[in-house]
């Protein structure tokens, strides 16, 4: 699988699903030149754009193209109308796909990611250049900026390395995880794009939408919350996904082993925890299994090395998917957890 930085010159049928929806199937010839219509209407009018977009599919043009035009894409943690006006104030435009909504005051300009077309020159990207700035959730504290560039976001190959194997070629993502926090943006966009496996473009996040949606395919996978898991097994029809689910992800909090082992029983397969940060990536996987006990250790990510501090008693977390922290010798960064 070739690297983030380099997807846009990859080899690919123009025809091939990238996303889907109620607006019907995107390709990836719509998605390419997309991307491309956007960075040529990007060019000259600044390099900072708050990126917010409510569907996956035009979130994704709107990620490339500002990587494209050489910009960086900000996202916010909220799309609450204070959160989005200070992030505006500070950029030099907005990319919406929701035109008709009441606009921040401080919006200066406001584009549609999906407005242009424009053949796609297959550019490879800067894989060192920051391309994006979000934002930790905050639960602990305010909410912090964080930079990543592409190959912070590489973790996508791992995740594939990992499981790429057990899943179809052709199966649908779905996600409960907004696509402007670390672990939608990687699970619900990124690794589906450059896995090739179709996304659901909008946001499903009651069980009386999403279960009937997952039970049309016959290979789907899903990254979800514990909160969200809890709700989808509270209802009987999960179990008519067993044999079509393939894998399910939980991540944003622990997931309570009760949850863990009620999706197993229902759907076959029991949930993979991911365990990391906006600041260091994903750092470990687990599966809570009703016939293991106690539950099984984490394993780490293969790049990903921790440590216990001796000084403050804090998890070290080094790895390439750390953004932010004390570089090593190997020019990889270093973070407290």
């Given at each position: 699988m070739?690297?983030?930085a380099e997807?846009?010159?990859?080899?690919?049928?123009p025809?091939?699903?990238?996303a889907f929806?109620?607006?019907?199937v995107?390709?990836w010839?719509?998605?390419?030149?997309?991307?491309?219509?956007?960075?040529?209407?990007?060019?000259?009018r600044g390099?900072?754009?708050?990126?917010?977009?409510?569907?996956?599919f035009?979130?994704?043009?709107?990620?490339?193209?500002?990587?494209?035009?050489?910009?960086?894409?900000?996202?916010?943690?909220?799309?609450q109308?204070?959160?989005?006006?200070?992030?505006?104030?500070?950029?030099?435009?907005?990319?919406?796909?929701?035109?008709s909504?009441?606009?921040?005051?401080a919006?200066r300009?406001?584009?549609?990611?999906?407005?242009?077309?424009?053949?796609?020159?297959?550019?490879?990207?800067?894989?060192?250049?920051?391309?994006?700035?979000l934002?930790t959730?905050?639960?602990?504290g305010?909410?912090?900026e964080?930079?990543?560039?592409?190959?912070?976001?590489?973790?996508?190959a791992?995740?594939?390395?990992?499981?790429?194997?057990?899943?179809?070629?052709?199966?649908?993502?779905f996600a409960t995880a907004?696509?402007?926090?670390?672990?939608?943006?990687?699970f619900?966009?990124?690794?589906?794009?450059?896995?090739?496996?179709?996304?659901?473009?909008?946001?499903l996040l009651?069980?009386?939408?999403?279960?009937p949606?997952l039970a049309?395919?016959?290979?789907?996978?899903l990254?979800?919350t514990?909160?969200?898991?809890?709700?989808?097994?509270?209802?009987e029809?999960?179990?008519?996904?067993?044999?079509?689910?393939?894998?399910v992800?939980?991540?944003?909090?622990?997931?309570?082993?009760?949850?863990?082992?009620?999706?197993?029983?229902a759907?076959?397969?029991a949930?993979?925890e991911?365990?990391g940060?906006?600041?260091?990536g994903?750092?470990?996987?687990?599966s809570?299994?009703?016939?293991?006990?106690?539950?099984?250790?984490?394993?780490?990510?293969?790049?990903?090395?921790?440590?216990?501090?001796?000084?403050?008693?804090?998890?070290?977390?080094a790895?390439p998917?750390?953004?932010?922290g004390?570089?090593r010798?190997?020019?990889?960064?270093?973070?407290?957890?």
């Amino acid at each position: 699988m070739r690297s983030l930085a380099e997807l846009l010159s990859a080899p690919r049928d123009p025809a091939a699903p990238v996303a889907f929806g109620r607006e019907g199937v995107q390709t990836w010839a719509d998605f390419t030149e997309q991307v491309e219509g956007l960075a040529k209407r990007l060019e000259g009018r600044g390099a900072a754009w708050l990126v917010d977009c409510s569907d996956s599919f035009a979130f994704a043009v709107a990620l490339f193209g500002v990587a494209r035009s050489g910009g960086v894409a900000w996202l916010a943690p909220n799309r609450q109308p204070g959160t989005l006006r200070d992030l505006a104030a500070g950029c030099d435009g907005t990319l919406r796909d929701e035109p008709s909504e009441p606009q921040p005051a401080a919006t200066r300009i406001v584009l549609d990611p999906l407005g242009a077309r424009a053949p796609s020159s297959g550019a490879v990207l800067h894989s060192d250049a920051t391309v994006l700035r979000l934002f930790t959730s905050g639960t602990a504290g305010q909410a912090k900026e964080i930079p990543k560039a592409w190959r912070h976001l590489d973790e996508v190959a791992e995740l594939e390395e990992r499981f790429g194997s057990a899943l179809a070629p052709d199966a649908r993502v779905f996600a409960t995880a907004p696509h402007q926090h670390l672990y939608g943006l990687l699970f619900r966009v990124l690794w589906p794009l450059a896995a090739g496996r179709p996304f659901q473009a909008e946001s499903l996040l009651h069980p009386e939408e999403l279960l009937p949606r997952l039970a049309e395919h016959e290979a789907s996978i899903l990254a979800a919350t514990p909160a969200h898991l809890r709700r989808l097994t509270q209802r009987e029809e999960l179990a008519a996904l067993r044999g079509r689910l393939q894998r399910v992800f939980s991540s944003g909090g622990p997931l309570p082993a009760e949850t863990a082992h009620a999706v197993e029983r229902a759907v076959g397969i029991a949930p993979v925890e991911v365990f990391g940060s906006t600041e260091t990536g994903g750092v470990a996987t687990r599966s809570q299994i009703r016939s293991e006990a106690p539950s099984p250790a984490w394993q780490t990510l293969a790049p990903v090395l921790v440590r216990v501090d001796p000084a403050s008693g804090c998890l070290r977390v080094a790895s390439p998917f750390v953004s932010v922290g004390t570089e090593r010798p190997d020019g990889t960064l270093e973070l407290d957890m």
